[in-house]
């Protein structure tokens, strides 16, 4: 009986400590250990979230450029930091109630419930573009994303916006990705499959559904495409020893069959192989799949290869046999497609009314030549310029991403007359009616689901035929450019073949100083929606004439960079400069002439003999910065040591939070003393950063940058936790403790609750509050005093006291000291009488001694280093001192020893 009562005891303790941890656990178990962020299941989850609330959803997929070939070549522990850089840079450029996820080795991911697809794109691009320039390894740190939208409200779907997601990032990742043969490294397998990964990676996104792959038959390793780790469930898009593995994916009544067929591949025996076998995709369900391939066989210096294609039937398009049009899953398809590029799209709905009668009196096959007719008709009109489906029973789509509004009416127009027209069926000539309701978007915002709902709806209220010939929808954006190496719009070279032509420009040159020079308009968002987006495409239209006037005069080479980023090549000449910078601006200043949009240029000088790389424009655009401030000038030439700052300002960022993640952030602890007995009555939590080498990292040396960044909060919550739990360990241990100040810096106060954190830090460690005193910087009186008085209102009434630590170092003075609410003055050190200087000094002190003791304030008189200096601050009637004539800052295990090892207390 006492056996089973202990055991249930001890399982209701059991019980009772998971219910009290439940928040540590789950937290846990939803963090990625590494970088800190929401892992895998932590994305699940939240997206459920978001989904059970229906409210609108904008997330972003990021992948990694090449962390497989940095962890093959420089180790795991320059991925590890490599991954961390990352990390941390989405962070910098994450808005609050945003929330970013590891879900893979290298992949991220970012829901947002307040960003649009625009604005969270934008912050991705810069994120990137500022990784890039301030990356100082041995191969570029880059990455590639993509961004959709969705909204539960109307019925859309998850996994479409994640396939969305998925598609834009590859997609980007062909088309911009920092791709290693550009520097000179080796790409890893290349030779194993005789084909390039970008190559590889664009057969591979051409169809839905659809899944290349190569096999090297001699050393067992099939290369797969994308969309298969997407839909199948992939571990990699390297898969070893293919032949064991797809054994367990393969259904146990078609297993046979299979490996029966593939042997023959693989000994030599076939050449040939198509064969129709259900295996499990990623969600774990059989689906119907069609293999076709070929052995291509090696000679001894080439390898034996086996090239083909899995056609996923649960995704892959179909044609309807009695017309010939693709089926709703193409339109489907194809509707995402347009959605994904961001272009104007027309879709016209045609409904042929009255075929269930028709089947009555003629029979459905008469009815299915019927309907082929109709098909035939409309794609005689749209052939070449729209596409055609049957998207269900006696009801066609026609869908157009190639024509502008007035050509989609012309079309309309000519598709009702075609239709309207007398059809045969069996010997009869009739009549039907038909609805025809277009709709035009120059931006598809919502998926496909919900672009077919609205057509059904408005066919249903169409009650006849549609009166408007068009229905337009308000514009969102204009159709972003879809060449490969020219942008459509403005005419100029896209990012790559600029920097291609750039290069092959300057080996035509001799002599003569160079520069890569960055244009960025005035506020173009502000222009687009004061007057209108297609006014703004026409400014960016003109500004592109204006360079690509320059590049047809051999002067240079130009190019387009997206949004309102312009980049040139011209001679570093102060007069051609400043002309072609007038002749940008007179373009913009035909469509609005105000100050407000008067473009900006970024210069930076290059060496003629070496390569241009994305490092010149990304210093050019960082120059830029400054010309976008400067009203007399708008022309900034780059100037290094600015670079040089910013720099070190990143990569202090980024070690930062490397160096937080491998616990190299802690904190030592200078005693204060009573300069009368010597015992030790408080200390002070200071910030260390030890290096890699064991040295210590000067605080000024990142502070600052941290306090800019914001992320001194991160550091300072840090502090404040470790120290809690140090005295809560002490305490437990039955061992004594001391006050332990610590420090609020100004951007603590600004960006969070301090007072409620400190309460929820001492019930958390169950300490009394006297334990933690606060320590405010005079300057942070001075120049937040509003905020700084509630502060230490609250603090106060939650039970902690405060001090106010540098006292005399800002723009106070005596008399402030009666307006502060404040329980005790930390005097700066700068006051502390020298040998040099005592008189002064010594006056000053005293003046600040007798103010204080006058209010009742206790005083703490830091950087005491001398026994001359400490008699004299005696005698003025000073108790208190911190300084190395007592104590240097020391680790917590020292403090420890000097604790329990002396009389203090």
Sequence with gaps: MDTASNYTETLEKTVRD?????????????????????????????????????????????????????NDVFGHDEGNRYILQVSLYLKLYMKVDEAAFRIGGDEFAILSTIATEDDLAERLEHCRTVLLKNNDSEMPHSFSYGVSHADPALGEVSNRMTLDADHRMYDY?????????????????????????????????????????????????TLWSQGALRDLGLPSEHVDNCHDYWKTRVHPDDLEAYINDIDQIYNGSKHRRVMQYRMRNAAGDYVLCRARGFRIDGDGNTPSL???????????????????????????????????????????????????????????EAVDNMLAEYAGRMLSITRGRSRVFRSRNAQFVVLSNDLDHEAFEQLTHHLKEAVFAPVRIANDTITPVCLVVPAFYERLINQATAVLGELDRRLRTAG?????????????????????????????????????????????????????ATVDMGHMRLFNEWHGQAE??????????????????EMGVAGYWGQDDFCILIPFEHDTVHQIYNRVRAAVAKHDDGVGFWPSMGVCPIDPNEEIT?????????????????????????????????????????????????????????????????????????TRWIDKDGSLIPPASFIPALEESGFVVTLDKYIWQGVASWLRERIDRGLCVVPVSLNVSRVDILACDVAEHMEALAAQYNLPPELMRIEITETAYTGESEAVDKLTADLHTRGFSTYMDDFGTGQSTLAMLKNVNVDVIKLDRTFVPTDRDQGRSAQIVSSMLEMAQSLHLPVVVEGVETNEQANILCHMGARYAQGFLYYCPMPANDFEALLDGGKNN
């Design 464 to 516: 006849g035929l549609a009166p408007n010939d068009s229905l337009p929808i308000p514009e969102i954006e204009r159709k972003s450019a879809v060449a490969e190496r020219i942008d459509t719009l403005t005419g100029l070279y896209r990012p790559s073949e600029f920097m291609r032509r750039a290069n092959a420009f300057l080996k035509t040159r001799h002599g003569g100083a160079w520069c890569i």
């Design 173 to 221: 990742k062909l088309r911009h990705a920092m791709h290693l043969d550009r520097r000179n490294i080796a790409q890893v397998h290349t030779d194993d499959f005789e084909i390039s990964d970008r190559v590889f990676d664009a057969f591979s996104m051409l169809n839905e559904g659809r899944y290349c792959f190569i096999e090297n038959l001699d050393k067992h390793r």
């Design 536 to 553: 703004g495409d026409r400014v960016l239209a003109d500004v592109g004439t204006v360079l690509k006037d320059i590049e047809n005069a």
């Design 614 to 686: 994305i490092d010149a424009q990304a210093k050019a655009m960082f120059t830029n910065r400054r010309a976008k401030n400067d009203f007399k000038d708008r022309i900034a030439v780059f100037r290094p040591e600015e670079y040089k700052r910013e720099v070190a300002f990143h990569r202090t960022l980024t070690e930062f939070q490397y160096a937080l993640s491998n616990d190299r952030i802690t904190y030592y602890l200078q005693p204060q003393v009573d300069m009368e007995t010597g015992e030790i009555i408080g200390a002070e939590a200071l």
């Design 18 to 70: 998971l219910l009290e941890r439940q928040d540590d656990l789950i937290r846990t178990a939803f963090t990625d250990q590494l970088t800190g962020l929401g892992n895998r299941g932590g994305f699940a989850r939240s997206l459920e979230e978001i989904w059970e609330q229906e409210l609108p959803v904008t997330m972003a997929f990021i992948d990694i450029d090449n962390l497989k070939h940095c």
């Design 306 to 364: 086996y090239v083909g294609e899995l056609v996923n039937h649960s995704l892959a398009e179909t044609v309807d046999a009695a017309t010939g049009l693709g089926t709703q899953r193409m339109l489907i398809n194809a509707i995402d497609a347009c959605r994904r590029d961001r272009c104007e799209t027309g879709l016209i709905a045609v409904r042929v009314c009255g075929t269930a009668k028709f089947n009555e009196l003629y029979g459905a």
